[in-house]
C-alpha cells in the first residue's frame, strides 16, 4: 500500500521549514540529512539524499588517488581513515 501524508509548513524569513516529526521518524531524516528538492511541474520533491556506503567511498578514494597506479597499503590505510572519520562525525549529529 502506497502511503501518501499532506500537510501545510510554513517557510521562515531565512528560507527555512520545519518537517513534521512523524514524516522524519517514518523517513529517517536526522538534524543534517541531506535533501535533494527537484521541481516537478509546479511543485517540489523532497527526497533523502542517501548515504554513501563503505564500498562506495572506498571506490571513490581509491579512483582519486589511483588512476595510474594500484592502491598500496598506505593509500588503504588512508581510505580507512576517511571512512572512520566520516562515520564517528555521523554518529556525533545523529
Known amino acids: 500500500m502506497l502511503r501518501h501524508m499532506t500537510t501545510t509548513v510554513s517557510v521562515t524569513q531565512e528560507g527555512r521549514m520545519e518537517l513534521p516529526e512523524a514524516f522524519c521518524k517514518r523517513k529517517r531524516?536526522?538534524?543534517g540529512t541531506a535533501l535533494r528538492i527537484t521541481e516537478v511541474g509546479g511543485g517540489l520533491y523532497v527526497t533523502p539524499v542517501p548515504e554513501p556506503t563503505e564500498n562506495e567511498l572506498r571506490e571513490v578514494v581509491s579512483a582519486a588517488g589511483s588512476l595510474g597506479r594500484r592502491q598500496t597499503?598506505?593509500?588503504?590505510?588512508?581510505?580507512?581513515g576517511v571512512i572512520a572519520d566520516y562515520r564517528k562525525a555521523r554518529r556525533r549529529r545523529g
Open 73 to 80: 597499503p598506505g593509500d588503504e590505510a588512508l581510505v580507512g
Open 29 to 31: 531524516i536526522a538534524p
